[in-house]
């Protein structure tokens, strides 16, 4: 159950925040995105928490005409779990479980304030635990939102209007294990090949929002999977669960990147829903730290603050390992019973490594088709 004391980041386990315990991977995390209604601008941001390393760091990036610039944050935390700033960076929950403020002061061109106000109780996801071998890979709990933003950013002397009737976007709290910082020196035995497929679409419609997410293992079987739809306003239990979610996926060929997708699921009453979800650019995760070779999550920079631009090309070849993570701004249209028909905007996480084979995946890279 989520309550208040979650929106902080002070958990020691994957449990909610009533339960403690340790890991030397242990962390909590703030993660948020936002785009125009037309998908022209899009942003994201993260700051991390990882008492057992006594880090914290961020980023913010922003993907405004053709260009992705990024800029990276990191500290000691100084074993103070509560202060959620680094540099110029600050997270600051005005209402728990509603409302957030995220700021970054202008920072090497970039700088933005602005406000997140759910449009409904947030969902918690089912509890993500995975091992590889015999080494837990993850343990995790993620409570997801989507909602709109008003405020404004800047963008090398650009200053751009956070509308909240056209500005929508996701936020979500992760805490529990999971890989970070430096890589364990100590191999697995036998090694494995790695295997990752995860798709996530937090989607924004007029009246309503989507969540839908899946890990799949290499043989295409789901060990987490949830699809709800929330009516804005929903309260905790309003939720609309959905049953048999499958999502077909259209490779671009040679890639592992989506060129089209449609989620078929249907309701308690055996009503279909469908989505169907349409790219129209792309984010690369690395902007914030995932999988960046240099700025991932919970690696030590050193004992003084460390700040650090990067601008990158969201075009950029998508069979580089840095690259396989990303967000696609999608449109998305959603057909339900009693004709139901609706028109959104959303982003269609996607990373897939090693072996799928529903998607006929048979090595670490190798693209559809292949």
Do not use: C
């Not at 075009?315 to 998305?332: M, S």
């Amino acid at each position: 159950m989520l309550t208040a004391g979650d929106e902080y980041p002070i958990h020691q386990t994957p449990e909610p925040v009533a339960f403690s315990g340790s890991d030397r991977n242990f962390y909590d995390r703030y993660f948020y995105n936002g785009y125009s209604s037309d998908g022209s601008v899009f942003f994201a941001a993260a700051m991390g928490v990882y008492p057992h390393l006594n880090i914290i760091d961020g980023s913010v990036s922003v993907l405004h005409d053709g260009k992705q610039s990024s800029v990276f944050f990191s500290r000691p935390l100084n074993m103070e779990r509560m202060d959620t700033y680094i540099g110029g960076m600050s997270v600051e929950v005005l209402e728990p479980l509603k409302r957030i403020r995220l700021k970054l002061e202008e920072t090497e061109g970039i700088a933005l304030d602005v406000e997140f106000t759910g449009r409904a109780f947030p969902v918690e996801e089912p509890r993500f635990t995975r091992r590889q071998g015999p080494r837990m890979l993850m343990d995790l709990t993620r409570m997801t939102q989507n909602g709109h933003w008003s405020g404004k950013l800047r963008i090398d002397g650009k200053e751009i209007e956070v509308d909240p009737a056209s500005w929508s976007g996701t936020r979500d709290r992760s805490w529990g294990v999971r890989p970070i910082g430096a890589q364990d020196a100590q191999p697995l035995i036998p090694p494995l090949e790695p295997q990752f497929y995860w798709i996530w679409t937090p989607t924004n419609f007029a009246n309503q929002a989507l969540y839908f997410h899946v890990n799949d293992d290499g043989a295409g079987e789901a060990w987490n999977k949830r699809a709800v739809l929330a009516a804005d306003g929903a309260k905790h239990g309003e939720h609309l669960h959905l049953d048999d979610a499958q999502m077909d996926m259209t490779y671009a060929p040679g890639t592992r990147r989506m060129a089209k997708a449609r989620l078929n699921m249907k309701d308690s009453e055996g009503n279909p829903h469908t989505v169907d979800f349409e790219p129209i650019g792309t984010f690369l995760m690395r902007g914030i730290g995932y999988g960046h070779e240099k700025y991932k999550h919970g690696m030590s920079h050193g004992d003084q603050l460390v700040v650090e631009r990067e601008d990158m090309d969201p075009n950029a070849p998508w069979n580089i390992p840095e690259n396989l993570h990303i967000q696609a701004i999608v449109r998305a249209h959603h057909e339900g019973p009693g004709g139901q028909s609706s028109d959104g905007i959303g982003a269609f996480e996607q990373l897939f490594m090693g072996p799928h084979a529903p998607s006929g995946f048979k090595s670490m890279l190798d693209g559809a088709g292949e």
